[in-house]
């Protein structure tokens, strides 16, 4: 009798990533975009522009801005800016929770 070989169960996507779920376990259209720093703005707005109110989410792999944290600040400050004006237009609420304030 031939043994067979055990397969190799390791995923090729990082854990707190599960496709085909949000991160509250709802299903939802999934996305994870692994971020070049040098074209990370157009990438995350990329994927902000598709945000149209239906189950989409997505995880952005920012391993690339290790040891660059201004410029990660920066990023983000852009990309932010851009959802609250987003937000401005579709006439609804933008903020972040801070999370040390609200407790």
Known sequence: ???????????SYPSY??????????KAETYLIVLKRETALQQMLDAVSQLDGSAKEFTFDMRCFNG?????AEVQAKVEAFLELKAMLRKQRFGRIDLDQAS
């Open 1 to 11: 009798m031939k043994k067979s070989k055990k397969k190799n169960n390791r995923r």
């Open 17 to 26: 990533y599960t496709p085909g779920r949000n991160m509250f376990g709802e």
């Open 68 to 72: 660059y944290p201004e410029e990660l």
